[in-house]
C-alpha cells in the first residue's frame, strides 16, 4: 500500500531543518507501529519519499511525504497513529492511498506552492506597499539576479509567479516549485523591495507555506490540484 502523509509544521519546531524532519518522521512511523517497507540489500531503510523541502524558519499547513507500507491498513488509523506519537508543532493532517507507480515520487510531482507573507513589527518597509506591490507584479516582466549552486544570473521570474494578492496586511503567493524554476517568497519580496529602491532584510518577513500541487494541466495551461487530492481514503 502506497501512502501520502500531509502534516503541519508550526511554532518552534519550524527551526527543525529538513533532514532532521526526515529523521524524526522514521521515528515516528516505528513509535506508531506501523507497517513501513524496507528496501532491500545489505543497507534497509524505510521506503519514504519527502516532498519539496521546506526552508529553516519556515511554517508550513501543507508538507507532504510518501510511504510505503507492506499492506493495507485504514487511512483514518493511519493518521491517529501517528499523531498519538508526534510533538507539539508537528500534526498529521491527513493520509490518503495513492496509486502504485506514484509513491516514493513526491518530490518529481512537485509543481507549485501557496505562500503567505507576512511582514514583521520594527522592520522598515515601503510606504504604501500594498498598492505598491500589485503594481510591480503587474508589470511585463520582472528581472533580479537569482543564485545558483554555481553562480549567480539574472532571470526573469514573472513567470514563474503564479499568483500574487493582497488580503488583511497579507501577501498571498503561488510560486513555481518545479526544479529549474523553483521561487522562493525572499526572492519575490528581494526584487519588489529593489523596485524600490530599498534594501531587502530577510527577517522583515514571517513565511508560511500553504500548500503544494502537482500540475495536471498541459504546457500551455496550468491545472493546478494539491498532492492529496491525488489519493483516496481507504477504511
Not at 524524526?24 to 517497507?37: D, M, S, T, V, W
Not at 528496501?39 to 529553516?56: D, K, N, Y
Request: contains cysteine.
Amino acid at each position: 500500500m502506497n501512502v501520502r502523509v500531509k502534516f503541519s509544521k508550526q511554532g518552534p519546531v519550524k527551526f527543525i531543518g529538513h533532514l532532521d524532519t526526515m529523521r524524526y518522521f522514521q521515528k515516528a512511523i516505528r513509535r506508531a507501529e506501523l507497517p513501513i517497507a524496507y528496501s532491500g540489500g545489505f543497507s534497509p531503510h524505510m521506503i519514504l519519499s519527502f516532498a519539496a523541502p521546506l526552508g529553516v524558519g519556515v511554517t508550513s499547513q501543507g508538507e507532504y511525504f510518501d510511504m510505503q507500507l507492506t499492506h493495507t491498513v485504514p487511512t483514518k488509523h493511519i493518521e491517529e497513529a501517528l499523531n498519538q506519537t508526534m510533538a507539539e508543532g508537528f500534526q498529521v493532517l491527513s493520509a490518503r492511498k495513492v496509486e502504485d507507480g506514484k509513491a516514493s515520487k513526491a518530490m518529481s510531482l512537485v509543481a507549485a506552492a501557496d505562500y503567505c507573507v507576512t511582514f514583521r513589527q520594527g522592520h522598515v518597509i515601503p510606504d504604501n506597499w500594498e498598492e505598491k506591490i500589485l503594481d510591480f507584479y503587474g508589470q511585463p516582466s520582472i528581472v533580479t539576479w537569482k543564485k545558483t549552486k554555481r553562480s549567480e544570473k539574472e532571470v526573469d521570474i514573472k513567470p514563474s509567479i503564479y499568483r500574487l494578492e493582497v488580503k488583511e496586511n497579507r501577501i498571498y503567493l503561488r510560486l513555481a516549485a518545479l526544479s529549474g524554476y523553483y521561487t522562493k517568497p525572499d526572492l519575490v519580496l528581494s526584487a519588489f523591495f529593489q523596485s524600490q529602491k530599498m534594501e531587502f532584510d530577510p527577517l522583515c518577513i514571517q513565511v508560511e507555506r500553504l500548500e503544494v500541487y502537482a500540475d495536471k494541466g498541459t504546457e500551455d495551461v496550468h491545472h493546478f490540484i494539491s498532492l492529496e487530492e491525488l489519493g483516496e481514503e481507504v477504511e
